[in-house]
């Protein structure tokens, strides 16, 4: 008898991979599709509040209470409609080819201008934020706008499995070839039988999501050169992100 373990293997590795890529083509074409009645819609709404005000004061808009709840309603839509946008924009990044140019990025001033709004997402959650910085400064060869789009998805995660009173860490580890950084919640931690498809797309534990911010963590780390990793039980879940070390001249 033959040992078909490695090939069984492949074609499921390759089943990954076809569906991957349907998902992006998927992905990157709906995106399109909504993207042009969205600006629509968002522009329609626009034109509607300033032909409101236009026949009104400003003061009387202010102060008038139907006014005010007219322009809570405006603002909510606007709200909504940068949502959406927000996530047909993710979409774009993980179907479209990759355009991007890639910069030195040094971490030390990447995660200044990030750390504060973690910070403030951890307190609307009052969730504990512990941040363990290396002892040198280091740099990643890569996009920033991805660089922070990619953890801040691992963050949202790790938020919404984080309990009140509950600790978010996030490390960063140097090496003479790698950095790595870690995101670790105490959470309930990822159910066994997900954890080993828990990063393709559309594959979550919540009821409320669509199970794509991993796999679209996943894909724009690996543009730049890098990988992810998951390691969960029942005391909460790492996730640790390899980027190569940029050597280079900055």
């Known amino acids: 008898m033959a040992d078909i373990q490695d090939f069984q293997q492949y074609v499921k590795i390759q089943c990954e991979k076809e569906r991957r890529e349907t998902i992006v083509h998927m992905a990157a074409g709906t995106a399109n599709i909504i993207l042009n009645p969205l600006t629509v819609i968002k522009g329609t709404l626009q034109l509607l509040e300033k032909s409101l005000k236009d026949h009104v004061s400003v003061l009387q808009f202010a102060a008038s209470p139907p006014h005010q ?18 996530a047909l924009q993710r979409f774009l990044l993980f179907g479209k080819p990759f355009e991007w140019k890639f910069v030195p990025i040094s971490l030390l001033s990447f995660m200044q201008e990030w750390i504060p709004d973690i910070q403030v997402q951890a307190l609307e959650k009052t969730v504990r934020f512990a941040l363990e ?3 040198q400064n280091g740099f990643v060869f890569g996009h920033p706008k991805l660089l922070r789009a990619a953890l801040q998805e691992i963050i949202n995660n790790a938020l919404d499995a984080s309990p009140p009173g509950s600790v978010l860490t996030l490390r960063i580890n140097i090496t003479d070839n790698h950095i790595h950084i870690i995101v670790r919640d105490q959470g309930a931690g990822i159910p ?10 559309f594959i979550t534990s919540k009821q409320d999501a669509i199970g794509f911010g991993l796999s679209f963590s996943q894909v724009m780390i690996e543009k730049m050169g ?6 969960s039980s029942d005391l909460g879940t790492n996730v640790i992100v390899q980027l190569p070390a940029f050597k280079g001249t900055v």
């Open 133 to 135: 910085f290396p002892e």
């Open 226 to 231: 890098g990988s992810l990793k998951i390691d």
């Open 192 to 201: 066994e039988d997900l954890q080993s498809r828990i990063i393709l797309p």
């Open 69 to 86: 709840k007219l322009g809570g309603y405006f603002k909510l839509l606007d709200e909504q409609i940068q949502t959406i946008d927000k």
